[in-house]
C-alpha cells in the first residue's frame, strides 16, 4: 500500500483513497461539506482544498486520491487556512442568522466549521441578501421539511435520490445564484429511506417532521441499540431523554445497514408511547372470575413457579415466546422449561412486508415483524416433535384449552395480543402467565402478569435475518416496579436449580455460548458492537417463516400423554 504524509504524519493506506477518508484514518479532519463515503463526488463546496507538495494549486481533498508512495499533503498551512475562510464567508453570505429557532443547532456543520474555520464578521450588507421567501418550511413528502434559505446547495440529498434508494424525487432547479432543490413534479420525497436525506443534510434545510422542534440535540443522551421494527436489525443509535425516547437514528455499520435505516424503523419506538405500561406484577388469587390484584414480585413468581411445579390433571405446561426476546431471555425460558421436564415450547413470528437497506455488500433485508425469531429458535425454543405443542395451535387451534399452565412471554407478540378471538383462545388454559412491558388485553387476560422492560430499558442480543448475532444495552432503567426479562426468569429459573447462579445478561450470554451448539463459534471473547455472523450452517436449522408449525386437527390425545409424564415427573 502507498504511503502519505498529512502534516507530518505517515500513514499508509489504499490505492484510491482520497484525501479526506486518508486523513481521518491519521486523526486529521479535513473540513467538507459536499462529500460522503457513500455518494459520487461532485467537489462542489471546495471546503476540503489542500496543498499538495509540488503542485501549485490547491486541491479538493475529496477528489484527489492517494495512488503512489511519497506524496506530501498539508491541511493547515496558511494558504489552506485563508481558503477555509474565504469559503465559510461565501457559504454564511446569503445564510440565515437563525440558529437559535433551528432544529439542527448543536449538530449543524455549518455552525462547527464557523467557528473552526470562520470568521467572527461578514463584510457583506444584510439587505443584498438572496432570500427564498416562499420556501420555508415546505414538506417535499409525508417526512421531510425544506427550509430553502438555510441550504448551502451541497446536493447530497440530491445524489442520495438518485444513488442509493434510487427513487429520483429530488433535483437541481434555477441556476447560478438563484439554483434551488425540490421535488419534480407529481413526485413527493415518499420512498421508505426518505429521512436518510436528514441524516447526511449538513445544515438545517432538511428536517424531520417526526422529530421537528421535539428536543434540543444538546439534552439528548444517546446509546447504541438495534432497531427492533424488523428481522434485518438495523444499527442505530437511541435518543432520548430521562426516559423518554425522541429518535433513532442510523449507527453505521458497514456489515448491516451502513449508514442508512428505514422509515418506518425510525418511527418504531412510537409503540412505546401508544400503549399503556404493564407496571406492577398481578395475580388472580380466586381464579378465572376474580379481578387479578397487585402483588409483590415474590408472590407472583412464587405464584407461577408452583403451578409449574405441581403435577396437574388439566393438561401440559406450554411456553409460548415471540421473536420480540432476546437470545438470553428465549434461552433462560428454555432452561425454565427443560427444568419441569416440559417439551411444548416455541417462538410466534409475524411475517412483515419486505424492508430492504442497500450497502455496498448487497444490502440487508427483513421480512419479518418482530427482530429476533431465529435467534430466539436457535436459543431453546424451537418447537420439537410431532406432539408438541405450537405456536400455531395455541393461537389459531385448540391446544390452549388442553395446557394446565401456559406461559406466554410476551404480551406484545403481535396483533393477536390485542385481538378478542385469539385472546379468548389462550385464556381457556386452566392458568396463564404473561410476561410483558405492555398492559395489552392478553395481559389483562392473564392469571398473572409480569412488567418486563422494553428492549430499550434491557441488555441482550439478536439474531438478524442475515445471522448476525448484535448486542444492544439498557439506555435507562425500566419504570416503577418493571423489570428486565433476564432478571424475571433467572429469579423464577432460581426456584427450579439451585446451582443458577448467573445475574446479569453478560452472564447469560456466555452461558448460552456454552450451552448451546448454535452459539459455540462465537468463542469466550466479549461480542464486538458490531456483531459477529453465525456460520451459514448454522442459519439453515432455523427454517423461514412459515406455518411449517402448524397441525390441523385437535392434539388432545398428544397432550394428555405428555400432561401425565410431566406429572410423573
Not at 453478560?506 to 456460520?535: I, K, N, T, W, Y
Amino acid at each position: 500500500m502507498p504511503t502519505v504524509t498529512i502534516n507530518g504524519r505517515i500513514i499508509e493506506v489504499e490505492v484510491g483513497t482520497n484525501l479526506v477518508d486518508a486523513a481521518k484514518q491519521a486523526g486529521i479532519e479535513i473540513p467538507h461539506y459536499c462529500y460522503h463515503p457513500r455518494l459520487s463526488v461532485v467537489g462542489q463546496c471546495r471546503m476540503c482544498l489542500v496543498q499538495l507538495e509540488g503542485v501549485g494549486k490547491l486541491q479538493t481533498g475529496c477528489s484527489t486520491q492517494v495512488m503512489k508512495d511519497g506524496m506530501v499533503v498539508f491541511t493547515d498551512s496558511d494558504e489552506v487556512k485563508e481558503a477555509q475562510r474565504g469559503v465559510m464567508e461565501f457559504l454564511l453570505l446569503n445564510h440565515p442568522l437563525d440558529c437559535p429557532i433551528c432544529d439542527q443547532a448543536g449538530e449543524c456543520g455549518l455552525q462547527d466549521y464557523a467557528f473552526k474555520h470562520g470568521v467572527s464578521f461578514s463584510r457583506f450588507e444584510y439587505e443584498n441578501k438572496r432570500t427564498y421567501p416562499a420556501k420555508e418550511r415546505i414538506p417535499l413528502g409525508p417526512h421531510v421539511l425544506l427550509n430553502m434559505n438555510r441550504c448551502i446547495q451541497c446536493t447530497r440529498c440530491v445524489r442520495f435520490t438518485q444513488e442509493i434508494s434510487k427513487t429520483g424525487e429530488l433535483g437541481f432547479f434555477e441556476r447560478g445564484a438563484r439554483a434551488e432543490i425540490g421535488i419534480f413534479p407529481g413526485k413527493p420525497l415518499d420512498n421508505d429511506l426518505s429521512t436518510c436525506v436528514v441524516d447526511i443534510c449538513p445544515v438545517g434545510a432538511l428536517t424531520s417532521t417526526r422529530f421537528r422542534f421535539a428536543e434540543r440535540v444538546w439534552f439528548l443522551d444517546k446509546k447504541p441499540s438495534i432497531c427492533t421494527g424488523c428481522d434485518a436489525g438495523c444499527n442505530i443509535t437511541l435518543e432520548h431523554r430521562q426516559g423518554k425516547i425522541k429518535r433513532y437514528k442510523p449507527r453505521f455499520n458497514p456489515e448491516v445497514n451502513d449508514y442508512w435505516m428505514c422509515d418506518f424503523g425510525r418511527d418504531s419506538y412510537e409503540k412505546y408511547q401508544r400503549s399503556a405500561r404493564l407496571s406492577q406484577p398481578r395475580l388472580r388469587a380466586g381464579g378465572h372470575a376474580t379481578e387479578a390484584q397487585a402483588v409483590t414480585w415474590k408472590a407472583a413468581l412464587d405464584a407461577v413457579a408452583r403451578q409449574l411445579r405441581s403435577p396437574s390433571q388439566e393438561g401440559a405446561n406450554a411456553f409460548l415466546g415471540s421473536g420480540n426476546l432476546s437470545n438470553e431471555e428465549a434461552f433462560l425460558l428454555a432452561k425454565i422449561a427443560d427444568a419441569i421436564g416440559s417439551p411444548h415450547r416455541s417462538v410466534y413470528g409475524e411475517p412483515g412486508p419486505e424492508r430492504r437497506i442497500p450497502t455496498p455488500k448487497g444490502g440487508i433485508v427483513g421480512t419479518e415483524a418482530s427482530p429476533n425469531r431465529r435467534g430466539a429458535e436457535l436459543a431453546g425454543l424451537a418447537a420439537t416433535g410431532p406432539g408438541s405443542i405450537h405456536a400455531k395451535l395455541l393461537l389459531e387451534g385448540d391446544a390452549a384449552e388442553q395446557c394446565a399452565t401456559l406461559v406466554i412471554a410476551d404480551s406484545t407478540l403481535g396483533a393477536a395480543a390485542n385481538d378478542p378471538a385469539t385472546v379468548a383462545r389462550l385464556r381457556q388454559a386452566h392458568y396463564l402467565v404473561v410476561l410483558g412491558w405492555a398492559d395489552s388485553a392478553l395481559a389483562q387476560a392473564a392469571d398473572v402478569a409480569l412488567p418486563i422492560a422494553t428492549h430499550a430499558e434491557s441488555s441482550g442480543t439478536f439474531v438478524n435475518s442475515a445471522g448476525r448475532v448484535q448486542p444492544f444495552a439498557a439506555a435507562f432503567p425500566p419504570p416503577g416496579q418493571t423489570r428486565s426479562g433476564v432478571e424475571v426468569l433467572i429469579d423464577l429459573l432460581a426456584r427450579f436449580d439451585s446451582t443458577w447462579n448467573q445475574r446479569t445478561a453478560a452472564e447469560v450470554f456466555a452461558s448460552m455460548v456454552r450451552q448451546v451448539p448454535p452459539f459455540h463459534s462465537l468463542g469466550d471473547c466479549p461480542l464486538p458492537l458490531a456483531g459477529a455472523p453465525l456460520p451459514d450452517a448454522v442459519l439453515a436449522l432455523v427454517p423461514s417463516l412459515d406455518p411449517a408449525t402448524a397441525r390441523s386437527g385437535s392434539n388432545k390425545g398428544a397432550l394428555a400423554g405428555t400432561a401425565a409424564q410431566e406429572g410423573a415427573s
